[in-house]
């Protein structure tokens, strides 16, 4: 066990201080300390991105993270990025176009497709495919998850036309 | 009228019944991140325990000292094999008839063989006590190949009496199993010697693994002052755990309540009983306290569960114009340290002798023999029914083969063999009574959509570019006609550990016209909840979004064996669909009271009994529900509840036709799939969107067998594929669309006529996979090459041809 | 999979990072992204007691494009290079590389200093700063001094870089011709099963500059001068081509492992190595 550190974080715009093991991974920060178990570990070796939250605007295995690095950020799981009274558009579509089975990989599919089309509002199949590919899914093949984010992205594209 | 009948299809669209596409009631919480999977859960004071393993794949134990690990902060106890020795459970029974070490009780078999299990106030403290344990190993000589085990003078089972016979009866030697025979021999051999056409070939369907994205873990707890055991896991067969926990522990069965929570992903990984689960249970015996375990991926890949790994030699003989005689099958199965098989007890191949497959074969003979090796135990069945993705693999490619042989077209020599439609129900060479099948009208109509015969055309032309040096990429057509042996099973002649395979259904029928139903079987992704209430909608007449569907908890749902080889729509779907018509029957008799009629005079019609021939008159289930609870009916108990107990007569025998087209890169050995059809017969159909997601899934996972996924040993028995790194999932990148399509062959002993789907696009997206790759160099005079078909074994393939000179 | 425990330092300027490595040697490292290193740490293969996250050091984050030079501070992660359209403008080959790297998660953490720093021979940077002749900035408690990609590797994970330096910056010269960066993987987020960089200038139709690195192909990337030096004064014809993968191929020497056997990554080096030429020579 090595020295305890004072942590501050910003999870779901609430903040969080405690004290921790530095080695303390921020998957389990999220899982254990703060009941947050949206995101899961699937791999442990930064290959799956089950475990995916965004950080200051990035996409980000929290298996590969210590707490200690996050120190000072802000973090959005899938629990931050709807309620039930107002889902995200990709939590809709991915229930309306089948993207999910076991659902396990699905926290970290939508955390990190809602970052993508932050950053592409309108992607191509293989923009979908290869910004999605730091996410495995066991259960669906893709085909419906690329379809989801596709319908996501036409919903959330008219939305913002609408508001214009 | 015509108001009457667009009122009927309301009716019938409001139940959202069979046949419909009814989105997913899982999905809420899922796409919320309010799952509840096993590693969610968290009780006041729990502790944590994890292994320490085995390094060495074959080594003596000299000594385990814990004192340096008692030490570590937070690390509360180690366990090895003497602290279990007096309880009776350093080993446990196996699924296969055989036993397995809980603990390394003196030596260990398998690398990542579990050792010690610490206990620890949290994860950290546990990885500490771990890296502390000293264990003091003797390297004994490793053999990780079986046909080496079985002439080898090491002694890999020093437990086993060499001269006792098995579970399976007789062993050959000391690293022997069993031998397992289905078929004629004498008259298999006589054909094939005697026959105009024999083609051989002998195949390595590789070690894999079906690494669910969720690992396997549980968390026990034991409640010492009411003597109850609670236990969350990741089990496919929450019942079946508890009662082989209630055999192994001696707590009575009705102290052991097991949950399987929600799951992420099985496809057979938590169908056994490993390590960590007696140990868990023993642990919150020992500190009174809740012990969560919960494997990591190199865990995983390493020692719960592998698949396949089948060495098998097929002979097929056929007359000079393709019609098949006989088909000769043996096989080699590699086991590893102990035989934790998850079969049927009587078939320690499982369902192997399906492998005359498709084809009216009129003499057949199989035979199996399993090895013990240092390789980790499992031979779960990955995506499919028992070892059914081996005998398809093993047909489909011998029709492959045979084909070469008799310089036909694969396509047609499939034709002129399948089983004709109206030899159903049909018996087959090794056993199996088919129940239905219309396998003509399937392969025609995939050949005609994918333009096989252009197809064909194309492929002639490209090899003729190749020849001329204008291009360096071949393709390939994949064929692949599959059925599949699904349900298990008849209670006559299926049971694990003596627990028959039925399934199970109970309902309860709210007085407001709502419901629950509880089933014995645990979805890990088929979605379950969704279409188990959608056939009671269609049988019931309530709508599926008023009925709650509830498995996994044992003090709660009926005794069921579980969910794997596809048996929970042919066995507990059918269980579901008989509560459902006792639940009629009775509403039956409730209606014809309320409407003062004679029980024959009324009929069901979507959602109410109508007196037949004055539909004005009728009593709608809502309505009948809460008559249930406010009548006073003479001759009728209160209450509208049933349970139903199915033991199928028979098996189920989904099937489907699929074509794959590829092309290969045959410098760098990349295989590119350019489209893939699947056609699937799955009897009826209950939900066509969770069907096509099946396909998809399905194919995907066949997709990483056939092109890369394996557990690989090195000769020291080291795995060398432990992380996903070098463990093949592909990722949205490289996998394909599919185009799906469906032909509907209800099966005749099925309540509703369904036979099961999820497994099916794996048992035959394997060998379509795999014989794309395969066609692409039979124009250079391949005749077979081992999966995986990874970069470098197709680039080698095509070396071997001559094809890089 | 839990790390060993260890102290934590996030010094807010190099003097901090430097204080921290003279103080405990060798028990200590340096991380930026953390995406090579807290695996290893978790899988307990890599021991480190005092880890140093040079996240809130000042100065390493920048991308510096001049008109000879381009300056990459070490914290610059792939997702920025790939999303910086100056440089793009500049050196297409670094977004071309960087789009080859790991997968998008990995992207936005994964940095150029611990990709050319780690001296793992899976790493795409280094063989792509060997192609464009960069050098990198060390600075220890000497100062600062500068060393060419081409010089700094020794072996698996052995660098010129001594345990108490830190990788700062890398600097390129801007390139000029075409360019390729060429991959061969089994998946995203594999190494390479061989993958190729290279620059060449063309002058009519001769080429007149070849430089080629490839990388997992050796215990460390491999510049082969002799592969740029067979096309330099021709136009790229076959044999030239030949030339420069047997030029290469006696440079490389690579081992079996589940890629493959060294027959295998030979002949796909070679395939590899002459895709990216003619891809290059096409962009000249």
Not at chain 3, 46 to 68: E, F, K, N, R
């Amino acid at each position: 066990m090595s020295k305890k550190m004072h942590i501050q974080i910003n999870v779901n715009g609430k903040d969080q201080e405690f004290l921790a093991e530095p080695r303390e991974l921020l998957i389990y920060t999220l899982r254990e300390r703060l009941n947050i178990t949206g995101p899961h570990i699937g791999c442990e070796t930064s290959h799956c991105g089950a475990c995916t939250v965004t950080i200051d605007g990035k996409s980000v295995k929290a298996c590969t993270m210590f707490v200690a690095q996050a120190s000072g950020k802000s973090i959005t799981t899938i629990e931050g990025l709807g309620d039930p009274d107002n889902l995200h558009p990709l939590q809709s579509a991915f229930k309306e176009h089948h993207g999910l089975q076991c659902g396990y990989c699905t926290p970290g599919m939508i955390t990190r497709a809602s970052k993508l089309l932050e950053e592409n509002p309108n992607p191509t199949e293989e923009e979908i495919r290869f910004g999605m590919a730091g996410n495995i899914c066991r259960c669906t093949g893709y085909q419906n998850i690329v379809k989801s984010i596709q319908a996501a992205a036409a919903e959330m594209n008219a939305a913002q036309e609408a508001a214009e | 009228m015509k108001d009457e009948l667009d009122n009927r299809e309301e009716r019938v669209a409001n139940l959202k019944g069979m046949g419909c596409s009814r989105k997913r009631v899982e999905d809420a919480r899922f796409t919320q991140g309010k799952g509840n999977y096993v590693d969610d859960i968290k009780l006041d004071g729990m502790l944590f325990g994890d292994f320490v393993r085995s390094p060495y794949a074959h080594a003596r134990i000299k000594s385990i000292n814990t004192e340096a690990a008692l030490q570590v902060p937070g690390v509360l106890a180690v366990l090895t094999a003497a602290d279990l020795a007096p309880l009776g459970l350093h080993w446990m029974p196996t699924l296969a008839g055989d036993k397995q070490m809980v603990l390394a009780d003196g030596k260990v078999l398998f690398q990542g063989q579990e050792v010690a299990f610490v206990v620890a106030e949290d994860r950290y403290a546990a990885a500490d006590g771990i890296e502390a344990v000293e264990v003091e190993y003797e390297e004994l000589p490793v053999i990780v190949n079986p046909f080496e085990s079985l002439k080898s003078d090491v002694v890999l089972r020093e437990d086993l009496d060499p001269k006792a016979p098995g579970a399976h009866g007789p062993r050959k030697h000391h690293n022997h199993i069993f031998t397992w025979e289905a078929g004629d021999k004498e008259t298999t051999q006589e054909v094939i010697s005697n026959a105009e056409v024999v083609a051989e070939e002998s195949m390595y369907y590789h070690r894999t693994h079906p690494c669910p994205l969720e690992t396997c873990g549980c968390v026990a707890s034991m409640d010492k002052v009411n003597g109850k055991l609670t236990l969350w896991g990741t089990f496919q067969a929450p019942h079946a755990i508890r009662t082989v926990v209630s055999l192994i522990s001696g707590i009575e069965e009705h102290n052991i309540r097991v949950i399987s929570p929600d799951i992420g992903g099985g496809f057979g990984n938590k169908v056994g009983a490993y390590p960590g689960y007696v140990c868990s249970v023993v642990a919150s015996i020992v500190t009174g306290k809740p012990v969560k375990w919960i494997e990591d991926r190199m865990d995983n890949l390493m020692t719960t569960a592998f698949a396949r790994d089948y060495h098998m030699t097929g002979k097929i003989s056929a007359t000079k114009e393709g019609k098949i005689t006989g088909l000769h099958c043996q096989v080699v199965a590699d086991h590893g340290g102990f035989d934790a098989c998850a079969d049927p007890t009587k078939f320690p191949a499982g369902f192997m002798n399906i492998c005359t497959g498709s084809y009216d074969i009129p003499t057949a003979y199989l035979e199996v023999d399993g090895v013990y090796t240092n390789k980790a135990p499992g031979g779960v069945s990955y995506r499919c029914s028992f070892r059914v993705t081996e005998a398809v693999y093993f047909i489909e490619r011998m029709i492959e083969v045979l084909a070469i042989k008799l310089n036909m077209d694969a396509a047609e020599l499939r034709r002129i063999n399948f089983i004709k439609k109206e030899q159903f129900p049909y018996k087959a060479a090794l056993g199996w009574e088919y129940d239905s099948g219309d396998y003509h009208t399937a392969w025609d109509k995939a050949l005609k959509t994918v333009d096989y015969e252009g197809l064909r055309k194309e492929q002639a032309e490209r090899v003729e570019a190749f020849k001329r040096g204008e291009t360096r990429k071949i393709m390939g057509i994949g064929l692949s006609f599959f059925t599949e042996i699904v349900g298990a099973g008849p209670v006559k002649n299926c049971d694990i550990l003596g627990l028959g395979m039925f399934d199970s259904c109970e309902i309860r029928i709210h007085p407001t016209g709502s419901a629950i139903a509880r089933l014995g079987t645990i979805s890990q992704g088929q979605g379950h909840a969704t279409t188990f209430a959608q056939i009671l909608a269609s049988e019931i007449g309530l709508p599926a979004d008023s009925i709650t569907i509830e498995e996994g908890d044992t003090d709660t749902a009926p005794y069921g064996l579980g969910t794997y080889g596809s048996r929970s729509t042919p066995v507990a779907g059918a269980a579901t669909a008989m509560a459902g018509r006792k639940i009629r029957a009775k509403a039956q008799m409730i209606a014809a009271y309320l409407l003062e009629v004679h029980d024959n005079d009324v009929e069901f019609d979507v959602d109410r009994f109508v007196v037949k021939g004055a539909p004005e008159r009728f009593k709608t289930m809502k309505e009948i529900a809460f008559a249930a609870y406010n009548q006073a009916i003479p001759g009728l108990e209160p209450g509208l509840e049933a349970v139903s107990y199915y033991d199928p007569p028979n098996m189920t025998y989904p099937f489907g036709a699929y074509v794959c087209v590829m092309d290969i890169d045959v410098d760098t050995g990349v295989p590119e799939i350019r489209r893939f059809y699947a056609l699937d017969d799955c009897g009826t159909r209950i939900n066509p969107m969770i069907i096509e997601g099946q396909v998809h899934g399905g194919l995907t996972e066949a997709l990483a067998v056939a092109l890369g996924q394996e557990i690989a040993y090195d000769d020291m028995g080291n795995v060398k594929t432990g992380t996903l790194m070098d463990f093949f999932l592909p990722t949205a990148w490289e996998v394909p669309n599919y185009e799906t399509d469906f032909t509907v062959t209800p099966s005749p002993h099925h309540p509703i006529g369904a036979k099961g789907v999820g497994e099916s696009p794996h048992v035959g997206g394997v060998p379509c996979f795999s014989n794309a790759v395969q066609d692409a160099f039979r124009p250079f005079g391949n005749t077979h090459t081992n999966m995986p078909h990874d970069h470098w074994r197709i680039w080698r393939t095509a070396n071997e041809l001559g094809l890089h000179s | 999979m839990i790390p060993a425990a260890f102290e934590y330092h996030r010094p807010k300027d190099m003097a901090g990072v430097l204080a921290v490595l003279e103080e405990h040697g060798d028990d200590a490292r340096v991380m930026a992204g953390g995406h090579s290193l807290i695996p290893m740490m978790k899988l307990r293969m890599a021991d480190v007691p005092h880890l140093i996250d040079l996240q809130d050091v000042g100065g390493l984050s920048d991308i510096d494009v001049q008109s000879d030079t381009i300056r990459i501070g070490a914290l610059v992660t792939q997702h920025d290079i790939i999303t910086n359209d100056a440089l793009t403008a500049v050196a297409p080959i670094l977004r071309e590389a960087a789009l080859q790297i790991a997968d998008p998660q990995v992207r936005y953490m994964g940095t150029v200093g611990g990709n050319v720093a780690n001296g793992d021979p899976g790493n795409d940077m280094p063989g792509l700063m060997q192609c464009l002749d960069a050098s990198f900035t060390l600075v220890g408690p000497n100062g600062e001094r500068t060393v060419a990609a081409r010089e700094f590797y020794e072996a698996a994970y052995m660098t010129a870089r001594e345990d108490d330096e830190v990788l700062t910056a890398v600097v390129i010269p801007v390139p000029s011709g075409g360019y390729a960066y060429e991959k061969q993987k089994r998946k995203i987020g594999d190494y390479a099963t061989a993958a190729a960089a290279v620059q060449l200038i063309k002058q009519g139709d001769t080429c007149v500059h070849a430089a080629i690195a490839m990388t997992n192909l050796s215990d460390t990337p491999i510049f082969s001068e002799d592969a740029g030096a067979a096309l330099i004064g021709t136009s790229l014809d076959d044999a030239a081509l030949k030339a420069a993968v047997a030029a290469m191929l006696n440079d490389i020497d690579p081992t079996e492992d589940n890629r493959g056997p060294i027959a295998f990554k030979k002949h796909v080096a070679g395939v590899i190595l002459r895709r990216a030429i003619e891809r290059a020579w096409s962009r000249a």
